[in-house]
């Protein structure tokens, strides 16, 4: 079960605004979900490192949602991502979709994702991830185990009809969800009668960037967080080209992965100019939303 030392963080919570930046990096190795992607470079050490430089130019604090692989792989990086003041939240072992995984099978992974966490350095544990956004009402059931297993947040819904996964009707702000286990969907805006991310991944690169600055601002001036998350390849130019997994073997897809990684960092340090505090997901929810129901009673 999550456990261990909050010392400073109540103070820092304290500090969190609504309208924050919730920027955080989905911590996987996409040479794990490909066929022998072990003949491809390391580039995972590398890429984290990026991000943390950017992090501390900006003094933001980030949530690294960690596949347990990752951990077990890395340590010396789980640590280093540790005492740099960023927050540590499991994205399961393996990065495995929950609807493959079943219930008894999250309840195992998740409890593998917590104790490879630990041992690379994670002191409290209150987040989850699912893999590729796949907690959707069928795996609904996730939320159940997740409060069993000690986790105060998720951040695993795309709130809209997707491909792949989307939970269609799910609210668009973060809301407590009958486990008592809160729910920060993705930012999402609408087109075209359909809603889709924007402050993240492939949206994040692939949309006008003066778009997706409007769309922050306008958030940020309403007085709501935005929800976003990155990979470790997001901003790597130097990858080497392989078919990426869960896209059908479809060649446009693929293209879009690596288009406009160079701009990532660029297009971040916009984002934070417009007062987008770079804020962890744990503190976010202490402050802003714990409080808020505190500030009811």
Same mark, same amino acid.
């Given at each position: 079960?999550?456990?261990?030392?909050?010392?400073?963080?109540?103070?820092?919570?304290?500090?969190?605004?609504?309208?924050?930046?919730?920027?955080?990096?989905?911590?996987?190795?996409?040479?794990?979900?490909?066929?022998?992607?072990?003949?491809?470079?390391?580039?995972?050490?590398?890429? $984290?490192?990026?991000?943390?430089?950017?992090?501390?130019?900006?003094?933001?604090?980030?949530? /690294?949602?960690?596949?347990?692989?990752?951990?077990?792989?890395?340590?010396?990086?789980?640590?280093?991502?540790?005492?740099?003041?960023?927050?540590?939240?499991?994205?399961?072992?393996?990065?495995?979709?929950?609807?493959?995984?079943?219930?008894?099978?999250?309840?195992?992974?998740?409890?593998?994702?917590?104790?490879?966490?630990?041992?690379?350095?994670?002191?409290?544990?209150?987040?989850?991830?699912?893999?590729? /956004?796949?907690?959707?009402?069928?795996?609904?059931?996730?939320?159940?185990?997740?409060?069993?297993?000690?986790?105060?947040?998720?951040?695993?819904?795309?709130?809209?009809?997707?491909?792949?996964?989307?939970?269609?009707? /799910?609210?668009?702000?973060?809301?407590?969800?009958?486990?008592?286990?809160?729910?920060?969907?993705?930012?999402?805006?609408?087109?075209?009668?359909?809603?889709?991310? /924007?402050?993240?991944?492939?949206?994040?690169?692939?949309?006008?960037?003066?778009?997706?600055?409007?769309?922050?601002?306008?958030?940020?001036?309403?007085?709501?967080?935005?929800?976003?998350?990155?990979?470790?390849?997001?901003?790597?130019?130097?990858?080497?080209?392989?078919?990426?997994?869960?896209?059908?073997?479809?060649?446009?897809?693929?293209?879009?992965?690596?288009?406009?990684?160079?701009?990532?960092?660029?297009?971040?340090?916009?984002?934070?100019?417009?007062?987008?505090?770079? $804020?962890?997901?744990?503190?976010? $929810?202490?402050?802003?939303?714990?409080?808020?129901?505190?500030?009811?009673?």
């Amino acid at each position: 079960m999550p456990t261990s030392t909050t010392e400073g963080r109540n103070s820092v919570a304290s500090e969190v605004s609504a309208a924050s930046f919730l920027f955080s990096v989905d911590l996987e190795d996409v040479r794990s979900l490909v066929p022998d992607g072990g003949k491809y470079a390391e580039r995972v050490p590398a890429n $984290v490192e990026a991000y943390l430089q950017f992090l501390e130019e900006c003094q933001g604090r980030a949530t /690294f949602f960690t596949v347990g692989d990752v951990a077990r792989r890395y340590p010396e990086l789980i640590a280093r991502i540790a005492d740099a003041g960023h927050e540590l939240a499991c994205h399961t072992s393996d990065h495995t979709p929950l609807g493959r995984l079943g219930p008894d099978g999250l309840r195992a992974d998740l409890e593998r994702n917590l104790e490879d966490l630990r041992k690379a350095g994670a002191s409290r544990v209150e987040g989850f991830r699912a893999p590729i /956004f796949s907690l959707t009402a069928r795996t609904a059931w996730a939320y159940e185990i997740l409060r069993e297993l000690g986790f105060t947040y998720s951040s695993s819904v795309l709130p809209h009809s997707n491909p792949m996964y989307g939970w269609e009707g /799910f609210a668009t702000n973060c809301v407590r969800t009958p486990s008592g286990v809160w729910e920060m969907p993705l930012t999402t805006f609408g087109v075209l009668g359909r809603r889709l991310p /924007f402050a993240g991944g492939v949206y994040f690169r692939a949309l006008p960037a003066v778009l997706v600055r409007y769309l922050v601002r306008r958030r940020l001036v309403a007085g709501r967080p935005v929800v976003g998350y990155f990979h470790p390849y997001d901003l790597d130019t130097e990858q080497e080209r392989f078919m990426h997994p869960e896209l059908g073997e479809s060649r446009a897809l693929n293209g879009l992965m690596y288009m406009n990684r160079s701009r990532v960092l660029t297009r971040l340090a916009a984002i934070v100019d417009l007062g987008g505090s770079i $804020v962890r997901y744990d503190e976010y $929810v202490a402050a802003v939303l714990e409080g808020a129901e505190d500030a009811r009673d």
